[in-house]
């Protein structure tokens, strides 16, 4: 079976210093993997995903996460943090047959400190 | 705008009520999956629609939880007898094709509180 999980529960860091959001996974098969986003009062957003091709996926936002199979993490990455970032982050690893249903992490929410 | 929309957006209720939720997919793709998420967690598989076909059903949609996609379209989610239990906020994914690396889109969700 299919699982994830996001190692911390909250994250502060300071406007322009890097971002660290760290997730593990554990599945059978080679996994798709994503990391989405959600801000207050707005539906969830993707930022990313892996899907068994290049191990250093570049998304939105300056966001980037590496697939790291030997270690199951999948930790999303930011060079500099602005406040805008401030917001819940999910890591979730995608059922591999039938339905493809999600399974998400318990969130990270991320504060941006001026 | 083209994304997924849900109606509607807050609903409070008293307990023993009766609701329904309604989620519009994207219109060309032809799975639709339902997720309940409560606060501090991660959202939860609830149910998944292929087209106009249920088929998967999570334990945590008990009896008093039923869902629908006529013609494969627009979905809806009806819960009767609703408990304090149920308070949540009820989301909605569409996605395309049949590959576990097709991303779902989310619509904004539905906050439902029973008082």
């Known amino acids: 079976a299919q699982s994830v999980t996001q190692l911390d529960s909250h994250v502060s860091v300071s406007e322009g210093t890097p971002v660290l959001l760290r997730c593990n996974y554990s599945s059978s098969y080679s996994p798709s993997l994503f990391w989405y986003v959600q801000h207050p009062n707005k539906g969830l957003q993707l930022l990313l995903k892996?899907?068994?091709?290049?191990?250093l996926v570049k998304g939105i936002n300056g966001f980037e996460a590496e697939f790291k199979k030997s270690e199951t993490s999948f930790h999303l990455t930011k060079p500099s943090a602005h406040m805008s970032d401030a917001a819940e982050y999910f890591c979730v690893v995608s059922v591999t047959s039938g339905t493809y249903k999600y399974i998400f992490g318990t969130g990270t929410r991320l504060k941006v400190l001026a | 705008d083209t994304g997924v929309s849900q109606n509607p957006r807050h609903k409070i209720t008293k307990r023993g009520q009766n609701v329904t939720f309604r989620c519009d997919p994207i219109?060309?793709?032809?799975?639709l999956y339902w997720y309940r998420q409560t606060l501090g967690q991660g959202p939860e598989f609830l149910t998944y629609f292929q087209n106009e076909a249920q088929l998967e059903k999570s334990r945590l949609l008990s009896d008093r939880f039923s869902a629908e996609r006529p013609k494969g379209s627009f979905s809806t989610l009806e819960i009767q007898r609703t408990e304090q239990g149920d308070s949540a906020m009820y989301l909605c994914?569409?996605?395309?094709?049949?590959?576990?690396?097709?991303?779902?889109?989310f619509g904004p969700g539905t906050r439902l509180t029973v008082t």
């Open positions: 219109s060309e793709h032809n799975r």
């Open positions: 994914a569409s996605s395309f094709g049949d590959l576990s690396s097709y991303e779902q889109y």
């Open positions: 892996y899907t068994s091709a290049a191990t």
